[in-house]
């Protein structure tokens, strides 16, 4: 069946195949999280252990996982880190600026930087307000967004208007700017979307604030 990122906790996952990468994506808990297997010439990379080890384990499988990146420093996206990574000996990856806040963190990531899963390199792209170290990561023309962009808006703010300000400018111009329109993203929660689907609607998220 053809991929369409629609999954529920519980359920089953969804798979896409794009040649040099496979994406499985899945729903777990503790705020019906999706978290994202990638699978590239042997290597597996994890985005959110949100929660819900079980699961994720048995995506795994019996094969390597060698990195676990997490998005931003928000507890629902991490509850299962660490025993994925006590189980499975991954590296743990997450921007400077969140992982103090985050409980097992390898590797120190900054914007601009590479991440690769055998044959694939994903671009880290540092995205400030959500959270002070949210990133997304994209790989040609696909874009896990973490909680800083979904469809209808970006990451909630809580109300700071400093936040907003930061966080629309960053998804703006660093998202919409650079990337096109048949970019697909991969969202904390929820469904997919594209840039080209959202972008119209920029100047209204500008004005409402949130």
């Given amino acids: 069946m053809a991929y369409t990122g629609d999954v529920t906790r519980g359920g089953?996952?969804?798979?896409?195949?794009?040649?040099?990468?496979?994406?499985?994506?899945?729903?777990?808990?503790p705020m019906d999280n999706n978290a994202y297997l990638l699978r590239s010439g042997g290597e597996l990379l994890l985005i959110?252990?949100?929660?819900?080890?079980?699961?994720?384990?048995d995506l795994i499988g019996d094969d390597r996982l060698n990195t676990v990146v997490t998005t931003h420093r928000h507890a629902d996206h991490w509850?299962?880190?660490a025993e994925v990574v006590d189980k499975t000996g991954a590296e743990s990856m997450a921007h400077i600026d969140d992982a103090a806040?985050?409980?097992?963190?390898?590797r120190d990531l900054r914007d601009g930087e590479t991440i690769t899963v055998g044959n694939a390199?994903?671009?880290v792209i540092h995205l400030v307000g959500h959270t002070p170290g949210s990133i997304a990561l994209h790989y040609q023309g696909h874009l896990f967004t973490g909680d800083s962009l979904f469809p209808g808006g970006?990451?909630?703010?809580?109300?700071?208007?400093?936040n907003f300000e930061s966080l629309i400018n960053d998804v703006e111009h660093k998202l919409f700017d650079r990337l096109g329109d048949d970019t697909w993203f991969y969202p904390?929660?929820?469904k997919d979307s594209t840039l080209g689907a959202e972008r119209p609607?920029?100047?209204e998220w500008r004005a409402r604030g949130w």
């Fill in 101 to 106: 806040e985050i409980p097992v963190v390898n």
């Fill in 121 to 123: 390199s994903l671009d």
């Fill in 188 to 190: 904390g929660h929820g």
């Fill in 48 to 57: 959110d252990a949100a929660d819900d080890a079980a699961t994720l384990l």
């Fill in 201 to 203: 609607a920029i100047p």
């Fill in 79 to 81: 509850q299962a880190l």
């Fill in 154 to 162: 970006v990451g909630n703010t809580r109300g700071n208007a400093k």
């Fill in 12 to 29: 089953s996952p969804d798979v896409r195949e794009l040649g040099d990468l496979t994406i499985t994506k899945v729903s777990v808990g």
